[in-house]
C-alpha cells in the first residue's frame, strides 16, 4: 500500500516539529510519540511523568495539550500535501494512546491547502504575558476566530463588559487560591527554570511577565511571592479583549476536541499579528470552573480564557526532542 512508504523519516520529522510547538500547560509537553511499523500510523500518548498531579488531577488540561499538538500535526500533514486521518482515543483498552494519525494519501487537488498563513504561523506563536495596547481587534477577525473553534468542535464566547469583569474575577479567584495552597504553588514552581538552566521542559524565568500595576488582570505569578525572579509591575491595557473556549460536553474525547480548536483559534490570531496569552486558573477548581460558563449557555464546559490583542510578542519556550519511538 502507498501508505507505507509515507512515513518516511523526513515527514515524521516535519510532522512532529510541528506538533512539539503546540503550547501545554506550565510548558509540560505531556505527550509522547510512537510509529506503528506494521500500520504506519503516528500514535500520540500520553507522557505520565509530565503531569500535574494537583493542578491537573483528571488531566483535562494535558488532553488540551495533546489536542493542540494534534492539530499542529494535522495542519503540518496538509501542508506537507497529505490527507490525514485522526482518530480519537482509538483504544479504550488503551488509555494512554490520546490520538492515532494515518496520512491516507495525497491531497486531492480540489482540497490543496489554501494560503491562510496557518502553517507559518506555527512557529511565530507564542504566550505573550506582556502588556498589549489595547486597540480594539477588528471583528471580522474575532468571527474568524469564533468559525475557527467551531470547526474543531468548540465555541468560542467573547462576553461583553460585564462578562469581562465577572471572568477576571474569577480568574483572579483562582490565582489567589492557588497562591494559598502550598502544594499546588510549589508544583508550579516545579516548572519553572532558573536563568542559565538547560532544560527542554518548563517555563525560562525570563519568559516570564510583569504583574498589572492597575490590578485588573490577574496574570499568573508563577514564582510565588517570596521569589527574587519578579519583575517590575506594568500597567496592562485598560480595555481588555477576552474570549472563552468551551465545549457542550465534558468527556475525554471532548478534551482532545477543545485543545484542537484551541491552537485553530491561537494560530488564526497569529496570522493576524495578534499576541495571545492564556488564563487557566480558575478552571483549576472545579466550583470557579462552573461559575466561569455564561449565564445563558446551557451545558457549557469551559477550558480555557484566551486574552487577545495587539502587543509585544512573547519569547519562545524551549521544547523537547519530537523523538518517534519504535
Known sequence: ??????????????????????????????????LDHDSQVLEVRSAPERTLPLTDPTHRAQYLSVGAAVFNLRLAAVHLGWRPDVRLLPDHRDPGLLAAVRLTGPLDPDHEPSDSGLYQAIARRHTSRMPFTGRPVPEPIVAEMTTAAQAAGARLHVPDFAGRRRLLRLTAAGEARNHSHPDRAAETLAWINAPGADSSYGIPASALGPPDAGRRIPMRDFTGPRSVVHRPALFFERHIQLALLWTPHDRRDDWLRAGQALQYVLLTATAHGLRTSLLHQAMEWSDL????????????????????????????????PGDCAA
Open 1 to 34: 500500500m502507498r501508505t507505507r512508504t509515507v512515513l518516511d523519516a523526513a515527514t515524521i520529522e516535519s510532522l512532529l516539529a510541528a506538533a512539539v510547538a503546540a503550547p501545554s500547560i506550565h510548558n509540560t509537553q505531556p505527550w509522547r510519540f510512537r
Open 289 to 320: 470552573r462552573d461559575a466561569v460558563a455564561p449565564p445563558r449557555h446551557k451545558r457549557c464546559h469551559p477550558h480555557m480564557l484566551i486574552r487577545f490583542g495587539y502587543g509585544p510578542d512573547g519569547p519562545g519556550t524551549p521544547r523537547g
